[in-house]
């Protein structure tokens, strides 16, 4: 009791910290946000696993910290968790934020808890529900009823729980992980409009684009198996595949993308997507389950039609017929389907690209979903 007083005493600097074991995503999802806390008059402490060499400076032009800790995204090992707590704890009682920020399930496990021993202020963002939620596997299962446990700890004290569709947000108040007053959801991480800015379809011929780590649950093979069949019968159409290749359960290997050489143009991981997007002409995601897609948010502002499944935070990005299309996951013969509708229709690729950026400005700008974090955040 007396060192939860102490805590309590503690004064508290105007300082958010944005806790995520995947460095990247700071710059490439919550830049736009941790600016607008900037705008706000906190300073902004961003934390994440890669070292600080390497990421001081990126961050420094922003005018935002940047410290590393041990913290990985995938795996179920307690003593390095024990030591990813550890951390957070130090640098949460050393800095003593008003407010911490934290995102993906590792960082929101241990980041609640280092903040609830230090009665800090914790706002949880449920990106989305990967495959230990999603999966059936025995494995599956099990890991479930573990991160179960945790989450419901963890974000018991939380002044906040954030979802990216509605789907997950209901699972976890059906869980009872969370509690119904304290759920929001938001737009996703939300996409700058002036960043992607509409560009006009170009040329005659059909370029499908899919973007997206080279995993299993991204629906990466059957994309590939869409594309060779659709190949097969429009031999002008190009298909284009661009992402990195991961660390993820269901991350695929080099040689099974190879094998699809001939129907699809891979091009790796890209720090700016832009360029492919503006070349082609409507976007696929065949993803089995998303908290709310970057890389179709991105596809409508820069103004493409979209094919993607009907899943949880996918089918939140489709009006079926008016921007793109919704089909089933794990199925590539529907998605194929989809994609000649596309071929021989190719005066609906501009007409649902419009109609892409138009709910893409109405719903899904940055600006407007900040506005909702820093309103449930209190700023």
């Known amino acids: 009791m007396k060192r939860k007083m102490e805590n309590e005493n503690k004064v508290k600097s105007k300082t958010i910290m ?14 736009d946000m941790m600016n607008a806390f900037i705008a706000k008059g906190y300073k902004v402490i961003a934390v994440g696993q890669e070292s600080e060499s390497e990421w001081t400076p990126r961050f420094q032009k922003y005018g935002i910290d940047y410290i590393s800790i041990p913290i990985v995204r995938n795996g179920l090992n307690a003593f390095e968790d024990l030591k990813t707590l550890k951390a957070l704890y130090t640098i ?77 947000k209901d699972l976890f108040i059906k869980w009872k992980l969370a509690v119904q007053e304290k759920c929001h ?11 992607f800015a509409y560009t006009p379809l170009k040329g005659e011929n059909t370029i499908f684009l899919m973007v997206g780590r080279i995993i299993r649950d991204k629906g990466v093979i059957e994309y590939l198996e ?17 992402g990195p290749f991961d660390t993820n359960p269901s991350a695929l290997q080099k040689p099974e993308i190879d094998n699809y050489a001939a129907y699809v143009d891979y091009y790796g991981g ?9 070349k082609c002409t409507v976007f696929v995601l065949p993803s089995y389950h998303e908290g709310l897609p970057k890389s179709v948010l991105e596809a ?11 899943a949880p935070g996918c089918r939140n990005t489709v009006n079926e017929g008016k921007n793109g299309f919704l089909v089933p996951i794990k199925d590539s013969n529907e998605l194929y389907e989809k994609m000649k509708y596309m071929v021989q229709n190719p005066e609906k690729q501009s007409i649902m690209g419009k109609k892409s950026r138009e709910y893409a400005e109405e719903k899904y700008s940055v600006d407007k979903v900040n506005e909702q974090i820093m309103k449930i955040m209190k700023l």
């Open 18 to 31: 944005v806790v995520t074991p995947h460095t990247p995503s700071l710059t490439c999802f919550r830049l």
């Open 92 to 168: 949460f009682k050393k800095v003593m934020p008003e407010k911490v920020f934290l995102y993906q399930a590792k960082a929101v496990v241990y980041g609640s808890m280092a903040a609830r021993f230090l009665n800090i202020e914790a706002y949880s963002l449920i990106c989305g529900l990967g495959s230990i939620f999603r999966g059936t596997s025995t494995k599956s299962k099990f890991l479930r009823q573990i991160m179960k446990v945790e989450y419901k700890f963890a974000l018991k004290k939380n002044a906040a729980v954030i979802f990216h569709n509605p789907d997950d």
């Open 185 to 195: 959801v938001v737009g996703g991480s939300g996409v700058n409009i002036n960043q």
């Open 226 to 242: 869409a594309c060779k069949l659709i190949k097969a019968d429009y031999p002008n159409v190009k298909c284009m595949l661009v």
């Open 270 to 278: 890209q720090e700016d997507v832009r360029p492919f997007l503006e």
């Open 300 to 310: 409508m502002s820069v103004g493409r039609a979209i094919i993607t499944t009907d």
